[in-house]
C-alpha cells in the first residue's frame, strides 16, 4: 500500500458516458497529479493540484476536468467518453518536489 | 519543456546478465531525475532518485544510475539480473511542477 487511494480501481463504461475517478493523497501531501497511461501514449500528465489550486497543466482534453477539494482528496471528471479513453488512470501525491508517491490507478474501459 | 527519451522499447535478457537502459532527458533548468519500475497490474514504484551530489545512485532491488551532465543521461543498470526484474521501466525528470516519464522499457528476462 502506497498510501495514496484510488477508486475504483475499474470501470467500465459506454461511449458518450461521464464518469468521476477519485484519488485520496497521502497523508501530508499537499500536491496531486494525474496521469494516464495507455499503450499509444504511455504515461502523460494531465494536471497537477496544491492544496486546491491548480498548478499545471498537461495534456488534458476539455472533456476532462479536475479538482481538488478542502480535505485534499481530488477527482478526475471524464465526460462525453470516447473509445480512445480507454486507459489506466494514475494519481500520485507529494509534499514536494521529488517525492512522488503513485495509487494502483483506475482502469477505464469504455465500450 | 521537459522530455525524456528513451531508447530501447524491448530488452530481452537471460537470468544473471547485466543490464543497463538509456536514459535521456531534455530540460534547460535544475531537474530531479527518477527511475520508476512498474511490475505487470500494479502500480509504478520507485526505484531511485538523483536530485543532487554524487552522480551514481543506488536505489532498491540491486539497481543504480548514473547522472552524466554533460550527456544529459541518467542510465539504469543492473549487474545481474533475475527473472523477478520481469516488468516495465520508466525513466522520468522533474523540472517546473511536474513530473514528465519517458515511453518507458519494457524487460523480460528469461529464467
Known amino acids: 500500500d502506497s498510501g495514496v487511494t484510488q477508486t475504483p480501481k475499474h470501470l467500465i463504461t459506454a461511449t458518450g458516458q461521464r464518469v468521476t475517478l477519485r484519488c485520496s493523497p497521502r497523508s501530508g501531501d499537499l500536491s496531486v497529479y494525474w496521469y494516464q497511461q495507455s499503450l499509444d501514449q504511455g504515461l502523460q500528465f494531465l494536471i497537477q493540484y496544491y492544496n486546491g489550486e491548480e498548478r499545471a497543466k498537461g495534456n488534458i482534453l476539455e472533456r476532462f476536468s479536475a479538482q481538488q477539494f478542502p480535505d485534499l482528496h481530488s477527482e478526475l471528471n471524464l465526460s462525453s467518453l470516447e473509445l480512445g479513453d480507454s486507459a489506466l488512470y494514475f494519481c500520485?501525491?507529494?509534499?514536494?518536489?521529488?517525492?512522488?508517491?503513485f495509487g494502483s490507478g483506475t482502469r477505464l474501459t469504455v465500450v | 519543456a521537459q522530455s525524456v527519451s528513451q531508447h530501447n522499447h524491448h530488452v530481452i535478457l537471460s537470468e544473471a546478465a547485466s543490464l543497463e537502459l538509456g536514459c535521456n532527458y531534455s530540460y534547460g533548468g535544475t531537474v530531479n531525475l527518477f527511475w520508476y519500475v512498474q511490475y505487470p497490474g500494479q502500480h509504478l514504484q520507485l526505484l531511485l532518485k538523483y536530485f543532487s551530489g554524487d552522480p551514481l545512485v543506488k536505489g532498491i532491488k540491486g539497481f543504480e544510475a548514473e547522472f552524466i551532465k554533460s550527456k544529459f543521461s541518467f542510465n539504469l543498470r543492473k549487474p545481474s539480473v533475475q527473472w523477478s526484474d520481469t516488468a516495465e521501466y520508466f525513466c522520468?525528470?522533474?523540472?517546473?511542477?511536474?513530473?514528465?516519464f519517458g515511453t518507458g522499457t519494457r524487460l523480460l528476462v528469461s529464467p
Open positions: 500520485a501525491s507529494s509534499v514536494g518536489q521529488g517525492d512522488y508517491t
Open positions: 522520468a525528470v522533474s523540472g517546473f511542477q511536474k513530473l514528465v
